[in-house]
């Protein structure tokens, strides 16, 4: 029997407000209705169950399948439906778990201890002396210092899946926030990759140019170009295979990076002690290390050890590096202009950004919350100590600036010098020498224009007058035109001549770059594995997917090869390295940014373990980062600003269902609750 609608009844056309709602624009108001469209989720944290899966195909393996309520009360069961035939992929490999030592400790340690420790710390010291040179690598490691302790309160609030820094961000500070800095930290890691590949490939020349008779470049020759700064296709023809073998390593999985990661370790190790004890070793014999300095080939002795700038530990040495000389050079972002401070400081920041690399190995840790704190704040310490050493140490005993020329050495340091006669007819043909040394030829560590047009004069007069190759060229090494290309504000070779075997240090800067770059490598696609599982990005998903049985993100391996390559292909380290270290600001402002958020807020779901933390020094490191980050470069740092308000403004447009939520939500509803229960 239908029913009949009442003429006194006046029905109401609102649209249910809530998920279960009485009807009241039908004849049947009292019925309540299911409105699918409405959600409780903004008012909880956890996401709410999906039907997907309860879907038959995730128990198409039982025996039997559980009867609806019609087969229940016709007293039959339906047959196994065979039609879902989903593949299962069944990873083979063992499970590689790490302690703190293994997973976090000695990963940072490989990262911090990279290219810039042998190729760029006594450039920075040559530059900016000893006094600001200690400022920029205590700024730098309070940057990093502030970061890790944010970054240690916030693995330790709660349990830390795979994806690192871009998995606490997220959590805290929800979506939006947290998938765009997840981006931005893949790219930095990706940077850095190129970073060291160039480091790599630049110490691979500098070793050639000195082993392989009659070396004249790849493409550019020795004549026209024979330091860093200005051989940039030799450059990119030694990256692109480094790279590939770098991504053969990833490939080979983590339990063989471990492997070859103990290795390099231990050759880092021995490369510092080569340069600590070489900077004691001041005798006539020099050091160990081979130079082509003359025909044939001669180990790098004491006078022309002295040339290239060593002094010894020396008070004069150390007075002469106490402040800032900023110079141009070869090494510079511009090598006719003159650096300065924050180019420095953007350089040298490279180097420190290693602490999020054993973060970002979250998912291959035994203990996250524990590993990652103690592995960190480990590592910044004995680092720290040791950059702040190997500084100390180029200022007191390498020049900022030396000719090179050995000649000029001894006829600067002997009391009895006597100068070879057809030195002196160069000179009485090239006139009287500025600011002459006391044996009469210029001062090796004079390195003005005059002195160098004079330089040129007599290297234009042995050449033309001393026909004999066999005859030894006092100038060989001069380059004409050039300038001084030695001293540590100049020459990235300072610390080879620095050690007593040199190619320690050739061993120890290979395995800092092979090291970081694997670590980079390895670690940048596992953060943009984590963004694409929780599926907050188009396209990025199809990152997700892992394979053996430690998951191992080979497609993010190949994205980040690729990104990798086209820096590398750039070529200028410093520029690079600016580049990177904005990444990296950008990031850790973020990271502190969480903190700051989470602590001032006194969410009832942030309870971290690690105490020693506070949210106004986070806060003053979120300004102290971005302030760098302008400082550094302002274009790239609005760029980046820029790409981040982007990325975050499409997840706050778009609003993806996850399983946790923004924590301003959770703020809201719990001081919402406090003052309906007060």
């Not at 800092?512 to 929780?534: F, N």
């Amino acid at each position: 029997m239908e029913g009949s609608t009442n003429p006194g009844f006046v029905p109401d056309q609102r649209k249910p407000s809530g998920l279960l709602e009485i009807a009241t624009n039908d004849v049947n108001s009292h019925t309540y209705v299911y409105e699918p469209n409405m959600s409780l989720r903004r008012m909880t944290i956890e996401a709410f169950p999906s039907e997907e899966n309860y879907a038959q195909q995730d128990i198409k393996n039982l025996q039997d399948h559980r009867p609806n309520l019609d087969e229940l009360m016709e007293g039959r069961r339906a047959k196994k439906d065979d039609s879902f035939e989903e593949e299962v992929e069944v990873k083979k490999g063992k499970v590689i778990k790490f302690g703190w030592i293994e997973g976090v400790f000695m990963r940072c340690l490989l990262n911090i201890w990279g290219t810039m420790l042998f190729l760029r710390l006594t450039w920075v010291v040559g530059q900016a002396g000893i006094v600001w040179g200690l400022v920029i690598i205590s700024l730098a490691n309070v940057v990093t210092l502030t970061s890790a302790i944010s970054m240690s309160a916030i693995s330790t609030n709660g349990q830390i899946a795979g994806g690192g820094v871009y998995y606490m961000i997220s959590r805290s500070l929800g979506p939006a926030l947290g998938g765009s800095i997840g981006l931005m930290f893949t790219m930095a890691n990706t940077i850095s990759v190129a970073t060291y590949t160039i480091g790599f490939s630049e110490s691979m020349l500098d070793l050639l140019a000195d082993i392989i008779p009659s070396w004249n470049g790849i493409v550019v020759p020795q004549d026209e170009c024979a330091v860093a700064g200005c051989r940039d296709m030799d450059v990119r023809i030694i990256a692109a295979p480094c790279l590939a073998f770098f991504l053969f390593i990833a490939f080979a999985g983590m339990d063989w990076v471990t492997r070859i990661q103990k290795v390099l370790l231990i050759l880092l190790i021995f490369a510092q002690f080569d340069m600590l004890i070489g900077s004691f070793v001041n005798t006539d014999f020099g050091t160990l290390y081979v130079d082509q300095i003359k025909d044939g080939y001669q180990n790098v002795n004491g006078d022309q050890r002295g040339a290239y700038g060593y002094t010894g530990w020396s008070i004069e040495t150390a007075k002469t590096n106490l402040w800032d000389q900023y110079t141009a050079g070869p090494m510079n972002s511009n090598k006719e202009a003159k650096s300065s401070f924050m180019e420095v400081f953007g350089v040298f920041f490279t180097a420190v950004t290693g602490i999020v690399a054993g973060a970002n190995l979250s998912g291959d840790l035994k203990d996250p919350s524990y590993a990652i704190p103690k592995g960190t704040l480990g590592a910044i310490a004995l680092t720290y100590v040791t950059y702040s050493y190997f500084a100390v140490q180029t200022g007191f005993i390498f020049l900022p600036q030396a000719s090179g020329v050995a000649e000029e050495y001894r006829s600067t340091k002997s009391d009895n010098y006597t100068m070879p006669s057809y030195i002196e007819d160069a000179i009485n043909g090239c006139g009287p020498i500025f600011n002459a040394s006391a044996g009469g030829l210029p001062d090796y560590s004079n390195c003005n224009d005059e002195v160098n047009a004079q330089r040129d004069c007599i290297k234009d007069f042995l050449l033309a007058n001393q026909p004999n190759e066999t005859e030894y060229d006092e100038y060989r090494i001069w380059g004409k035109g050039k300038g001084c290309e030695h001293g540590s504000a100049l020459d990235q070779m300072t610390m080879t001549y620095t050690s007593f075997t040199g190619y320690l240090r050739y061993a120890g800067g290979f395995s800092a770059s092979l090291s970081s770059a694997i670590a980079s490598l390895v670690g940048a696609p596992r953060v943009l594995q984590a963004v694409g599982k929780d599926n907050i990005y188009p396209g990025v998903a199809w990152f997700a997917h892992g394979y053996t049985a430690n998951n191992d993100p080979y497609r993010g391996y190949i994205l980040v090869f690729v990104l990798a390559m086209g820096f590398a292909m750039w070529a200028k380290l410093n520029t690079v390295s600016v580049i990177a270290s904005n990444f990296f600001l950008a990031a850790y402002a973020l990271m502190n940014l969480s903190c700051f958020h989470s602590s001032i807020t006194k969410a009832p779901s942030w309870r971290p373990s690690y105490k020693w933390y506070n949210e106004w020094v986070a806060l003053a490191s979120v300004f102290l980062c971005l302030g760098m980050m302008f400082a550094l470069d302002p274009i790239w740092a609005g760029a980046t600003i820029v790409i981040t308000f982007l990325l975050g403004m499409y997840i706050f447009y778009k609003d993806p269902e996850t399983n946790w939520e923004v924590l301003l939500k959770a703020k809201s509803l719990w001081m919402l609750s406090s003052k309906l229960t007060s």
